[in-house]
């Protein structure tokens, strides 16, 4: 029996971290000794058309993954436009508008038809839960699926649909312990049909900072963003509040941004003096770019995990995040391996205390790497799913404990 990890896009280079996540859970359980399979439309990115095919349908081999690629559905934009602007204006949908939605997204229906002819030989984890490659693949064969949702409080989280989905499928998989949590009480699933399978980080090389800062010219101390720069992510407050900083300290202090990001976004960083917009990098130079920074500032109150998080302590780097999101919060203050902020006054203050601190960022730095390696590593992911799945029905031949 093969495992197939579902995910709306994939490619070696792809930004987004469920796309990243599902790569190194597909790669884990490879590694485990089982026939895995990477299940993905040939859309590009979250940035790309979502109806519109960038790669050719078929089978590729990225690096150790086999990828199998299906057409994307087209999609009436319009009437998702309209229903998000519903969802915006604190309206509340229907349940037949709820699932209209999510067949507005990212969806293939020569992969549903794949999941529907080869249900007898895989088992199927679907990353993340928003998207109708999710909703729509899982509803096929729930008797096969898990979810692996990567939720967190936004709107579509509270859906009914996305509720009643949850309560037919085989499983689920929570990247951590508040994740789990919030889901169980906004949809009232029983925590017996679910597991804290957390998830893995690591860093396959030795950061260069003096390269990084070298080959951008970099000379000032700063502090960096890695990841997508929009809206979702609160990456507009977090411009605001380091211009402020930038103001109120009249110093040198940087603000660098590592990624895409959508076009406003970027005219407000090309705005803002203080602000380097550096784009997208490989891996290599993310992590000397990350070394090389004061702190990995995380603004965004919506995560399930946050895996630069976790690169961010493997460069022994610490980092700042959000007071109100739970997830990163709680990584914080299990790790001591970083601080966070719930308003402008705050986030000064804690920025102002790493710039003053360098034995503090090296503390922090140590213990942020400690939880990690402790905690997850892809090696113990993969233990965890398939002795849930094992738990299940689904006895793996190849894996043996």
């Known amino acids: 029996m093969k495992i197939a990890v579902i995910t709306p896009w994939f490619s070696d280079s792809i930004s987004g971290g469920a796309e990243r996540f599902a790569g190194g859970i597909a790669k884990s359980l490879q590694d485990a000794g089982n026939e895995v399979e990477i299940l993905t439309t040939c859309g590009k990115d979250s940035f790309w058309p979502w109806d519109k095919d960038f790669y050719k349908e078929g089978k590729y081999q990225i690096e150790d993954y086999t990828i199998r690629r299906f057409s994307l559905r087209s999609r009436n934009k319009q009437l998702y436009d309209e229903l998000m602007g519903k969802l915006i204006s604190n309206k509340e949908l229907t349940y037949i508008e709820e699932m209209q939605l999510l067949l507005e997204t990212v969806n293939s229906d020569s992969l549903n038809q794949f999941i529907a002819e080869n249900a007898a030989n895989y088992v ?197 995040v959000h007071e109100l999101c739970e997830v990163t919060k709680g990584h914080c203050e299990r790790s001591k391996g970083g601080l966070y902020y719930k308003d402008m006054e705050s986030f000064n203050k804690v920025l102002n205390k790493y710039i003053d601190s360098p034995d503090l960022l090296t503390e922090m730095g140590k213990h942020g790497r400690e939880y990690v390696e402790h905690y997850y590593t892809w090696a113990k992911t993969a233990e965890r799913i398939l002795a849930f799945l094992k738990s299940k029905g689904f006895v793996m031949e190849e894996f043996s404990e």
């Not at 928003?130 to 509270?158: N, Q």
């Not at 998989?173 to 699933?189: D, L, Y």
């Not at 990098?281 to 770019?289: M, P, T, V």
């Open 124 to 320: 199927f984890l679907f990353i993340p839960y928003l998207y109708g490659t999710t909703y729509w693949g899982s509803k096929l064969v729930p008797e096969r699926s898990f979810i692996i949702p990567c939720m967190h409080d936004e709107d579509m989280a509270y859906f009914k649909v996305i509720g009643d989905m949850f309560k037919r499928t085989a499983g689920i998989m929570f990247n951590t312990i508040e994740e789990q949590q919030f889901t169980a009480k906004i949809h009232n699933i029983s925590i017996n049909d679910t597991i804290v399978s957390g998830g893995g980080v690591e860093v396959n090389f030795a950061p260069n900072p003096g390269a990084f800062k070298k080959k951008y010219g970099i000379s000032d101390d700063y502090f960096i963003y890695v990841g997508r720069q929009v809206t979702g992510k609160n990456v507009p407050q977090l411009i605001e509040f380091f211009n402020n900083f930038s103001q109120k300290n009249k110093g040198t202090t940087k603000l660098l941004f590592v990624g895409q990001g959508e076009d406003q976004i970027i005219e407000m960083i090309k705005s803002s003096p203080n602000i380097v917009q550096i784009g997208e990098l490989n891996d290599q130079e993310k992590y000397d770019a990350i070394a090389g920074s004061l702190a990995l500032i995380q603004p965004s109150l919506m995560e399930s995990f946050s895996i630069v998080i976790m690169e961010s302590w493997l460069c022994d780097t610490p980092v700042i």
